[in-house]
Structure formats: structure tokens, C-alpha cells
């Protein structure tokens, strides 16, 4: 069937063109001369000496050649699929990467973590949902591989103004900060168990990091004393000083933090 089909095709073609193709040009080949037939081929069978546009010599068959399906040695099909690689190219960008997972958190509830996204309000902006370039003109390319699309307000979507290139190490900071902690029945932020128990925030963080469990690090927070260890009396005496912290510090040889943290209660708080 392929053969009849292949032999009828092969006829109309040749009525279509003269049986001497010497000096047609189909598209970037120009036809140079007959090539002799290759022993086993059948007659219709006519194999061309072609020069390309770009100076390559081939050979190409007849048929190809007529029904356009042979257009040039293979430089114009190398330039497409040069062209498709670029395409495809940036496609693979870590922005276009970056803007088709921000897409996913929010779209795709098979995600694991679509919950945190997608599960709970989270969206994309119309301007970004369905073109990557205006994404890409308004964060601007990825400053370094560790940089990953970040939202200033946890709470809030992805839309220009509330997201920025950030570091793992810069986003896993937003993150401690937003990070809730069972605390007295409560479900609180670092910063506002530290504005109760009146200790300091970075102290709290510190030791939480250190012991762990947030009771041991609340109870360290109390008790820490910055280099020399203050004794009870000289912790009375500085609370009952009207001097500044700057005499106090050089009078108890400790530091100025130290001495306010003795006065603000945040540390000898018992
Ligand atoms: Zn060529």
C-alpha cells in the first residue's frame, strides 16, 4: 500500500515539475545535477546533487525535493531547533521555575504544603497568574541561586509590592518571627511570649535554639547575666540607683545591657 501510494505520489510529482531538475531552486537548494541511481532503487527514484544557501552540497531525492519536504542541506531545521533550544531555554530559567512553583503552592491541592498556600487564601495577582514576563519585569532575575521568591507579609498573596528575592537564611528568619509556640494555653509569637514574661526577645530566641523546650528557654532567659555574675545585693543596690546605667556598668563591672536588664527586670526577674 505505502509502495502504490509512494509510486502515485511520485507520478503527480512529476508531472508537476520537469523531469530535469538541473538549476530548480526549492527553497534554500538549488539542484546541481543527477545523481546516478543507487542499484537497487526503483526508476522514480531520482537522487539530486543540491547546493545549499549556505554553501553545503547534498544529495536529496526527487520527490523530497518536489514536495517540498527537502528544503535546505539541514542548516534551516538546525537554526529552528537552535531557536526551540533558546525558547525551551528560558523556559528552564530559575525565574520561570520560581514562577511556576509560586503558581502550584497556590493552585495545585495535591502539594503537600498547598495548605499553607493555596489551602489558605494564598493567591497569585491577575498581572502574574497567566504571563511569566510580567512577573519576570516586575521581581527582576534572581539575584543568586540561594535567592528563592519570598513574601513580605506571610499573609499576604503574591502580587509585586508584597514579594521579593530573599536568601533561605533571610526567609528562615521571617519565618522564626511568624512562628507560633503553644505558651499558657495560648498560640503566640516569639516576640509576644517575650513581651509577657519580659525578657528579651533576641535572649528568648537564643536560648530556645539552645534548650529546646520553650519553658527551659524562658526560665535561661531569666536567669542569664551578661559576662560577670551580679550577686542579689548589688542587683537591689542597682535598682535602687539613681545613677545611669553607663556609672552603674563601670561602678559593677558589667556591661550597660547588663545593667539595664537588672533595672527593666528582664533578667533577676524572681
Ligand atoms: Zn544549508
Redesign the pocket.
Known amino acids: 500500500m505505502r509502495t502504490v501510494l509512494a509510486f502515485l505520489f511520485g507520478e503527480i510529482v512529476k508531472n508537476k515539475f520537469p523531469s530535469d531538475l538541473t538549476g530548480l531552486k526549492f527553497s ?1 537548494l538549488l539542484v546541481l545535477s543527477r545523481q546516478p541511481n543507487k542499484p537497487h532503487v526503483t526508476y522514480w527514484q531520482q537522487w539530486w546533487l543540491c547546493k ?5 552540497i547534498s544529495i536529496k531525492h526527487r520527490n523530497h525535493l518536489c514536495a517540498g519536504t527537502s528544503k ?5 531545521h538546525k537554526e529552528v531547533s537552535a531557536k526551540m533550544k533558546y525558547k525551551h531555554g528560558l523556559h528552564k530559567s530559575p525565574e520561570n521555575q520560581a514562577w511556576r512553583d509560586m503558581l502550584a503552592r497556590c493552585r495545585n491541592k495535591k502539594l503537600k504544603n498547598y495548605h499553607r498556600y493555596g489551602g489558605r487564601g494564598i493567591k497569585v495577582c491577575k498581572r502574574w497568574l497567566h504571563s511569566f514576563e510580567n512577573f519576570l519585569s516586575d521581581v527582576g532575575k534572581k539575584p543568586s541561586p540561594n535567592h528563592s521568591i519570598d513574601r513580605i507579609n506571610n499573609n499576604k498573596g503574591y502580587y509585586p509590592k508584597n514579594v521579593k528575592w530573599s536568601t533561605a537564611i533571610e526567609q528562615a528568619n521571617n519565618k522564626q518571627l511568624c512562628r507560633k509556640y503553644r505558651y499558657k494555653g495560648l498560640f503566640i509569637t516569639i516576640t509576644q511570649i517575650a513581651r509577657i514574661e519580659n525578657i528579651g526577645i533576641e535572649r528568648l530566641r537564643y536560648n530556645l535554639k539552645k534548650f529546646k523546650t520553650l519553658s527551659k528557654a524562658i526560665k535561661e532567659s531569666k536567669t542569664f547575666h551578661y559576662g560577670k555574675k551580679l550577686s542579689e545585693k548589688e542587683v537591689a543596690i542597682i535598682r535602687k540607683s539613681k545613677l545611669s546605667a553607663k556609672v552603674l556598668a563601670a561602678e559593677f563591672n558589667v556591661s550597660e545591657a547588663s545593667i539595664r536588664n537588672v533595672i527593666t527586670k528582664r533578667t533577676w526577674n524572681r
Open positions: 534554500k545549499c544557501d549556505c554553501g553545503t535546505s542541506c539541514g542548516c534551516w
